[in-house]
């Protein structure tokens, strides 16, 4: 079946500009994770859904950084008035639940470049 | 910040088995250990996952020590497929931070 899908693949953009990056999970999926992964570095985790709720947003990494996801499915990720800090490969996840036995299911990213 | 930490860097030779080491000292004693790991360019992918019992799948053998401050992920056949970055995770599925990993580079 579908895997995780996100949209665009890449995306160059100017500083001060925001940009909105699309997640679909894998249908049925309840739980849905945001990472940030910067060049050659691990994984950072930004935010995760349960349903359409996020119940723990410190790990945004300031206030230009939202997220939403609507109808249990479909995520988008927002960064307004984007800097060159925020070029990064935006990765999302998703999973049946969240609990611990749960494996991620992970999409192939959104390269995020900020000139 | 991580938990867990695990060397830079290792390599195998192909057809040998790679022991990637990681240690976890801090764990509490509901965390589970997860290993992903991530092919360049593409998105992480889930290997094996344990709470205190040995696991084994079709990927790979998971080995956690009885204190649970440590465990090993054995691919008992490496090949040059495999060669990637491994993550070593501690934690539940709704708060999994991920370190930098150790890469894996299987060489002929």
């Known amino acids: 079946g579908a895997g995780v899908s996100q949209s665009p693949s890449n995306k160059v953009t100017e500083k001060g500009k925001d940009v909105e990056l699309r997640c679909d999970p894998i249908?049925?999926?309840?739980?849905l994770y945001w990472y940030r992964q910067s060049l050659g570095q691990g994984l950072e985790f930004l935010i995760y859904f349960q349903g359409n709720s996020a119940p723990d947003k410190s790990g945004l990494p300031s206030d230009r950084f939202s997220a939403e996801r609507t109808g249990g499915s479909v995520s988008t990720l927002t960064i307004q008035r984007t800097q060159q800090e925020d070029s990064a490969v935006y990765l999302c996840a998703s999973s049946p639940l969240t609990g611990a036995q749960e494996t991620q299911y992970f999409g192939p990213g959104t390269r995020l470049l900020v000139l | 910040d991580a938990k867990t930490t695990q060397p830079t860097s290792m390599d195998c030779a192909e057809g040998r088995a790679a022991n990637l080491p990681c240690n976890h000292s801090?764990?509490?004693?509901?965390?589970?250990v997860y290993w992903y790991r991530q092919i360049h360019s593409q998105g992480p992918q889930y290997i094996i996952h344990?709470?205190?019992n040995n696991e084994t799948n079709e990927m790979a053998s998971l080995i956690i020590t009885e204190d649970r401050k440590s465990s090993t992920l054995i691919l008992p056949h490496a090949t040059l497929r495999d060669t990637a970055v491994y993550y070593c995770i501690v934690g539940y599925n709704n708060d999994m931070r991920f370190g930098a990993g150790t890469r894996l580079t299987v060489k002929p």
């Open positions: 249908s049925g999926h309840t739980a």
């Open positions: 801090t764990i509490s004693g509901n965390e589970y």
């Open positions: 344990g709470l205190k």
